[in-house]
């Protein structure tokens, strides 16, 4: 049974920055395109950024294109997402997961809890 754990979310003012960290239990991630979704109340689940098993490439959501960074370190068995320039439309519960390109994978995982990313204007 795998279970992610979302973690480094909190609450910052507009224009702050925050780096997420996606932990994985139960299994290997390095094999694995992972990725980056948020959710907030008004909204259904959305992507955020993806990334390659080696890390090499990367895609964004054009709505955090330029702000966020995606980044993995497979030794650690970790991901993580930096985000700056943060603005009050990108609060939401973020998780993490298997992806493809521009979506959840549909051999995707159970959902973890997220973190929550509150910005303040």
């Known amino acids: 049974q795998v279970q992610l754990v979302e973690s480094g979310g909190g609450l910052v003012k507009a224009g702050g920055s925050l780096r997420l960290s996606c932990a994985a239990s139960g299994r290997t991630l390095s094999g694995l395109m992972m990725g980056w979704f948020r959710q907030s109340p008004a909204k259904e689940r959305e992507f955020v950024a993806s990334i390659t098993v080696s890390g090499s490439t990367t895609y964004y959501a054009d709505s955090v294109k330029g702000r966020f960074t995606i980044s993995r370190d497979n030794a650690k068995n970790t991901m993580y997402l930096q985000m700056n320039s943060l603005k009050p439309e990108d609060t939401a519960v973020y998780y993490c997961?298997?992806?493809?390109?521009?979506?959840?994978?549909?051999?995707?995982?159970?959902w973890g809890q997220g973190t929550q990313v509150t910005v303040s204007s």
């Open positions: 997961n298997r992806a493809s390109p521009t979506s959840w994978a549909p051999a995707r995982f159970d």
